[in-house]
């Protein structure tokens, strides 16, 4: 069965701090696909990232970066120089390709507040 | 660029009355999914289409049904509404990875409160 794991429940900085998101993931297959989404107060789910099993290249997006450690089944999600818009929840998910079944299965989610 | 539309995006019913949430995906995406998102809770996946058929099954209570129809919008039927089917629906699409991409947009969802 799957399983991720985000086990910051709510994280507060103060603006331009750099924060870190953890997700550990738990999955049987060998080939997979991780995702982060930004859900804001406004309730909307916004794709961030897709990373694929093969692939363990580091990612960066402007202040946005990923990094992904298959050894430690971890994909973390790092905000530098956070600003207020950046506050929302963030969503780590994974989903199952060897089976065909892309069906995202979710973390509980962590609630990132900057203050200004 | 075009984004998955659900409409009603609010919806309030009364318990044991029926609700059908509509969702339209991005063009040209053919695979849909429909998650359930209880306050202060993650998305739960529902059920998801492909090509109009059923393609995979979550936590979908058998008091809800879905289908795809032939323009490719889906609709999502509720019946007997419980005081816990309280939470925010969310439809997403996505294409088929061959000619598309593996990842799930996602609508705006749909508020629904069962007073």
């Known amino acids: 069965a799957q399983k991720v794991t985000q086990a910051q429940t709510e994280i507060s900085v103060v603006e331009k701090e750099d924060v870190t998101l953890d997700c550990v993931y738990e999955t049987r297959d060998t080939t997979y696909y991780l995702f982060w989404y930004k859900q804001p107060p406004s309730g909307e789910l916004v794709f961030l990232i897709r990373?694929?099993?093969?692939?363990?290249q580091n990612e960066i997006s402007g202040r946005y970066s990923w990094n992904f450690q298959k050894s430690t089944s971890s994909f973390n999600f790092t905000i530098t120089a956070s600003q207020v818009v950046d506050s929302a929840v963030y969503f780590c998910?994974?989903?199952?390709?060897?089976?065909?079944?892309?069906?995202?299965?979710f973390g509980s989610g962590t609630r990132l507040q900057v203050q200004p | 660029a075009a984004g998955v539309i659900q409409s009603p995006r609010h919806l309030i019913k009364e318990k044991r009355e029926t609700a059908t949430l509509k969702c339209y995906p991005i063009?040209?995406?053919?695979?849909v999914y429909w998650y359930q998102q209880g306050p202060g809770q993650d998305p739960q996946f529902l059920i998801s289409f492909y090509e109009k058929m059923q393609s995979d099954k979550g936590s979908i209570p058998d008091r809800f049904s879905a289908q795809q129809f032939s323009d490719y919008h889906s609709e999502l039927n509720m019946s007997s509404l419980e005081l816990g089917d309280s939470a925010l629906y969310f439809c997403a699409s996505s294409g088929n990875g061959l000619a598309g991409t593996y990842e799930q947009y996602f609508g705006p969802g749909t508020r629904l409160t069962v007073t």
């Open positions: 063009p040209r995406h053919d695979t």
């Open positions: 998910a994974l989903s199952d390709m060897d089976t065909g079944r892309r069906a995202l299965t």
């Open positions: 990373r694929n099993s093969f692939d363990e």
